[in-house]
């Protein structure tokens, strides 16, 4: 199109931007011209060979309405495309076009709304304060004696006794499950066994099953997480019922330097250099939990500190992924994401209404991040990203068999890349911060 367009911008809400564009009428008759020469040379009229009809009418029989529709289809996609560059727009999706003014012999009139990448007004983080955690994560003896039960464990002697059950023991029990009045079979099974300790059974188990005797039995009242697997009990209150048929007493070998060399293959040659080395890799993930803790709060401090308008475009998108990875999901357990939903309770709409407050809290941390990034210039190199995978794959026995697919894929290097990107931005967020 050789004739200018006219094109005024104004800042909507919610990181959109208005455009109002005003189409040349040279242009726009240059329009209708083109598109009545493509229809007529298509055209089949009666007493005319195929494509010889008079374009006058050809025009007359599909009638302005339709040959206004076809201007329309053929004109606003370049206008579009001309009117973004003019103001250097870059969208985030397809804009919204509302034809205002179109007819023969005059300037067209579009009203466009377009979704950008929204400003990031970024807090200076040397002046934010972070807290501190406010627990401590300091090994303790009782941690230390915990973890040594949990390494011996495999080799415990498991022996069957006469008994009331006791924390620790391995109880032979049947297991009832009830949610609304029905008994779900799914959940439900006989002569389970199931040791009696935390992060085994479910806490409610491990409070009632302790001083239980031989064909007792006890119930619990449990309420099941909405992200549970089994939509039959998902958020759902539920009874669950009991009955031991049998009691093994767990019996851990003692630790002495022949076992603390056979547990740690030959490296430590005493059960008292066994102990220090498993306190050291307790002190060292202690060490990383802290790590973590800091890089958490640090990041709350500078987004809480922050501002940005998230869009609601870029919001639906993350919405609509991650509806598509919970059907995903669902699918590989053999259920329906229609299904699962009608569980719940909840409709699509619903259900993306009840996630997207943190679908938005989730969005605004990675762009505050993103700018973060690209203020601090933590961006790094294709070179660096190859040297980062190739670092990764060392580590990981299933990722070195795959390293020169990987560096063949883009998306691949994308992914490598973000994690890289990230692991800068928070060392460099901890070292501003001091924290």
């Known amino acids: 199109m050789a004739a200018e367009l006219s094109v005024v911008t104004e800042r909507l809400p919610k990181s959109q931007v208005g455009m109002n564009i005003e189409v040349p009428a040279a242009v726009v008759d240059a329009t209708y011209d083109r598109v009545l020469n493509r229809l007529a040379s298509r055209a089949k009229i009666e007493g005319f060979r195929p494509g010889h009809a008079p374009r006058a ?20 996609p370049d206008v579009i495309r001309q009117a973004l560059d003019k103001a250097s727009i870059d969208p985030i999706e397809n804009p919204d076009v509302e034809v205002l003014e179109l007819e023969r012999g005059k300037p067209a009139k579009l009203k466009a709304t377009i979704s950008v990448m929204p400003a990031v007004d970024l807090a200076d983080l040397s002046k934010i304060k972070v807290e501190p955690p406010d627990h401590s994560h300091e090994v303790t003896d009782e941690m230390l004696e915990r973890r040594l039960d949990d390494l011996r464990e495999p080799l415990a002697e498991i022996t069957p006794v006469e008994r009331e059950v006791r924390q620790g023991d391995i109880a032979v029990i049947d297991i009832e499950v009830e949610a609304d009045g029905n008994v779900i079979g799914s959940e439900s099974s006989k002569s389970t066994e199931a040791e009696v300790k935390e992060g085994v059974l479910l806490p409610e188990l491990v409070a009632i099953l302790p001083g239980t005797f031989l064909d007792e039995t006890r119930e619990a009242k449990v309420t099941f997480p909405d992200t549970y697997s089994n939509p039959a009990l998902a958020g759902k209150d ?187 931005v928070l060392d460099r967020l901890l070292q501003i911060s001091g924290a």
């Open 57 to 76: 009418l050809v025009e007359a029989r599909l009638g302005p309405a339709v040959l206004r529709e076809e201007v329309v289809e053929t004109m606003v």
């Open 238 to 424: 539920a009874t669950i019922r009991v009955t031991v048929r049998g009691v093994k007493e767990k019996l851990l070998p003692a630790l002495d330097d022949a076992l603390a060399k056979s547990l740690s293959n030959g490296k430590q040659e005493t059960a008292e250099a066994y102990r220090q080395a498993v306190l050291e890799e307790l002190e060292e993930s202690a060490h990383t939990v802290v790590k973590m803790e800091r890089e958490e709060a640090v990041v709350k401090a500078l987004v809480d500190a922050s501002s940005v308008e998230v869009p609601d475009s870029l919001v639906d998108r993350e919405l609509t992924s991650q509806l598509e990875a919970l059907e995903r999901t669902l699918s590989r357990q053999g259920l329906k994401l229609d299904r699962y939903l009608q569980y719940l309770d909840r409709s699509i709409d619903q259900w993306m209404a009840d996630q997207r407050p943190e679908a938005e809290s989730r969005l605004k941390v990675d762009l505050v991040l993103a700018e973060f990034a690209k203020r601090e210039g933590l961006e790094p190199s294709d070179e660096e990203v190859i040297q980062f995978l190739e670092e990764q794959a060392e580590q990981d026995e299933e990722l070195k068999t795959q390293v020169k697919e990987l560096k063949k894929s883009a998306s691949a290097r994308r992914y490598f890349g973000s994690r890289l990107r990230r692991r800068r």
